[in-house]
């Protein structure tokens, strides 16, 4: 049986760059951006630790096809998505 998983766009604390990225364990995925385990990773070096949107899927698969569909997006777009579920753009990890 295939695990679930989750697409989600992380934000820093000014909101000025996004990061699109997926994972079976969204709190653990989170958690090494909030920790900045990757060092040299793009999240770490942008300080991208706020989470303002998730969408979970039942296959991981799922979850990867549709970052990639995000990935694909214009910034505009993805301002609207987040926009359109998180108004305020609260970081969403509490919530997780």
Do not use: Q
Request: no cysteine; proline share 2%.
């Amino acid at each position: 049986m295939k695990r679930g998983g989750s697409t989600y766009i992380l934000t820093n604390k000014h909101n000025t760059t996004l990061y699109s990225g997926s994972a079976e364990d969204l709190f653990a995925r989170i958690n090494e951006h909030k920790r900045k385990e990757y060092p040299n990773s793009f999240s770490s070096r942008y300080n991208l630790n706020k989470l303002v949107y998730h969408k979970s899927f039942m296959r991981i698969e799922e979850a990867r096809e549709y970052e990639r569909y995000i990935k694909g997006k214009s910034r505009k777009w993805k301002i609207d998505l987040i926009t359109a579920s998180n108004p305020e753009w609260k970081d969403l990890f509490e919530e997780t």
